[in-house]
């Protein structure tokens, strides 16, 4: 079984884009929002500021207050999407439950919607056309691309539909030619479902979902889920011991789409400042 190695392949994306960055008459920006107190959050938002530290970008991090009202919040992002020396926004989510994500995605300006979840870069996903891709699936690809595997004609099974994730996923995989089945709660018989997937993707959040039993010989297993045991010890959807006995190929988790991700919103970035610099 070969590992998928996601920190090694993430911080080759990161020198690639910071020499690239080095070159631009004007360095990458990105604006970080976080609104409220989730630790979680704020883990991936201090992370996120050392990704642009790295890779020579210009950013700015804005902490809102649990209770901050929706208005300010789309103020803010109004405010960053008139704003020269900013190329990318991202707001984190979850955002508190009286706000509402649609809006507040929605008024971000698609061109500088690093994070590729505007309805505008959404909708050109599906149909086909240049966009921004989501972070965490477009992650997954360059990773199958690193280890040369080529979805085309392959069955590729992706666990989850969330609009960050699964869906996106499932599109990518299809534009590269996989026969693609999208499951999710409401699935039955998930198991027999996985156990045909020469690609299988799991992203849903709940751990050792994914048992060994559903893994066929020779799959690709890629495991987005970041879940923690009960020793608070991070860990994915896919029971990783067993897995690794019938799969040819295993992301760890840590270690494996995470970093890929974080990279991918550095790459996101530079290809936002380089269309506002009109260099490409
Ligand atoms: P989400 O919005 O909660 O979606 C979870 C999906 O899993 C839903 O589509 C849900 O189905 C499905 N699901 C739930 N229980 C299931 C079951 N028993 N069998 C089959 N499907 C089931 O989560 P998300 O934002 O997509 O994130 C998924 C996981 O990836 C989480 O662990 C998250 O932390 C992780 N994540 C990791 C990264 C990274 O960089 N590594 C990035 C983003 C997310 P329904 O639609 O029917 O409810």
Do not use: W
């Not at 938002?45 to 300010?72: H, I, M």
């Not at 085309?152 to 609009?163: D, I, L, P, T």
């Not at 011991?241 to 990279?263: D, F, I, N, W």
């Not at 790459?267 to 610099?277: E, I, P, S």
């Amino acid at each position: 079984m070969t590992l998928l190695d996601g920190k090694a392949l993430a911080a080759k994306i990161k020198e690639e884009v910071r020499q690239e960055a080095e070159k631009l008459p004007r360095r990458p920006g990105l604006a970080v929002v976080l609104v409220g107190e989730d630790p979680a959050s704020r883990v991936y938002v201090s992370s996120k500021r050392k990704d642009c530290e790295s890779c020579g970008f210009y950013s700015e991090e804005y902490d809102l207050l649990a209770q901050t009202p929706q208005s300010a919040l789309l103020e803010l992002v109004e405010g960053l999407n008139g704003r020269e020396d900013i190329d990318g926004i991202l707001v984190q989510l979850p955002l508190p439950g009286y706000m509402d994500e649609d809006v507040v995605i929605r008024t971000i300006s698609p061109e500088k919607d690093v994070d590729g979840f505007h309805p505008m870069n959404a909708g050109n996903l599906l149909i086909g056309r240049e966009s921004f891709l989501p972070c965490t699936p477009a992650g997954v690809m360059a990773l199958l691309d690193e280890y040369h595997i080529d979805p085309a004609g392959k069955r590729a099974v992706v666990v989850g539909r969330s609009n960050i994730v699964g869906k996106p996923m499932g599109l990518l995989l299809l534009r590269r030619d996989a026969t693609v089945t999208l499951c999710h709660s409401k699935t039955p018989n998930l198991a027999d479902i996985c156990r045909e997937a020469d690609i299988l993707v799991s992203a849903v959040g709940r751990r050792n979902l994914v048992t060994g039993d559903m893994v066929k010989d020779g799959a690709v297993v890629v495991d987005v889920a970041m879940n923690r045991d009960e020793d608070g010890k991070l860990c994915g959807d896919v029971d990783f011991a067993a897995a690794s006995e019938k799969a040819a190929y295993l992301t760890p988790v840590p270690g494996g789409v995470g970093p890929m991700t974080r990279a991918i919103l550095m790459k996101n970035t530079l290809l936002a400042a380089k269309k506002r610099q009109n260099l490409c």
